[in-house]
């Protein structure tokens, strides 16, 4: 994701998930009044997921074709169930069809480029066509499908692992704003801290440092070969059933007791290593 220099509130992507029939994700946010406005004059179906818009998209289309990929290389990467339930992206045309439809069905939302809404009805994606919209909608699926295949998926895991889908051209890749967010941070003296993350609940709490940090721990974890890796696909197979997310840091802690450690050394190897290639194309 992207974010303003310094700490701050989350400022690109925000996910929200309704349950009931009130605003358990969002409290505070206030009443929200439903328009017609979205758009559904066109209709992609794919498999997991339909994207409903005003302008139409072909078959070939990069947009579709991305979402294809991702839906595979996310399966294939943690091992998820089959998917439950369909995702539904709504892709506005513009900027500011986008913005009056969220300002008028959720008026005290932050305003960013994507949502991810989930209900009891539906999982759906707001975005629009713009130049962002590949990143966001990566993005944006990804939570679509944890929570698609998935009972429930903490808060922390949800959004690392969209952090994590979102880069590109190679999935997975170095997030560099997250990186040098995260060295900054050691050099003021900050360290990770795996359980005070499982226990934030409400994305407007999360600052810069939560997120990166969130895709700092699923970085190291899906890009090792021992316990942590296990650990963390083993926990999203326990996710498809569990109504209540255990906690994860003890059962990592057992298997991996240098986990602290290990983290940051992945990132600062990471780090190094943009440094360097950074070096080198200037000679």
Avoid at 64 to 87: A, F, G, H, W, Y
Avoid at 206 to 216: F, I, K, L, N, V
Wanted: charged share 20%; hydrophobic share 35%.
């Amino acid at each position: 994701m992207s974010f303003l220099a310094g700490s701050g509130p989350h400022l690109r992507i925000g996910i929200l998930l309704l349950w009931l029939l009130c605003v358990a994700g969002c409290r505070g946010t206030g009443a929200k009044t439903f328009t017609n406005d979205l758009p559904v004059r066109f209709h992609n179906q794919g498999d997991g997921y339909v994207i409903q818009s005003n302008f139409p998209l072909g078959e070939d289309s990069p947009l579709i074709s991305e979402l294809n990929t991702l839906r595979k290389e996310i399966t294939d990467t943690l091992l998820l169930p089959p998917q439950r339930d369909p995702v539904t992206i709504y892709l506005f045309e513009d900027e500011a069809a986008y913005r009056r439809y969220m300002r008028t069905t959720w008026p005290n939302l932050p305003p960013r480029r994507a949502y991810f809404v989930g209900t009891r009805r539906e999982l759906s994606i707001y975005s629009y066509r713009g130049q962002n919209v590949q990143t966001d909608l990566r993005h944006e699926f990804t939570h679509g499908l944890l929570h698609g295949s998935l009972e429930t998926v903490p808060l922390w895991l949800d959004e690392g692992l969209a952090e994590y889908f979102e880069v590109r051209p190679v999935t997975g890749g170095p997030h560099k704003e997250h990186i040098q967010h995260l060295q900054n941070a050691r050099a003021d003296g900050w360290g990770p801290s795996l359980s005070s993350l499982e226990q934030l609940t409400d994305f407007r709490n999360m600052t810069q440092r939560d997120y990166a940090e969130s895709w700092g721990w699923v970085h190291y974890m899906l890009n090792q070969h021992g316990g942590a890796r296990s650990d963390l696909i083993a926990y999203l197979q326990e996710l498809r059933n569990s109504k209540i997310a255990p906690e994860f840091q003890p059962r990592l802690d057992r298997s991996t007791p240098s986990n602290y450690s290990d983290m940051i050394s992945h990132v600062s190897r990471i780090a190094n290593g943009i440094a360097l290639t950074s070096f080198e194309s200037r000679q």
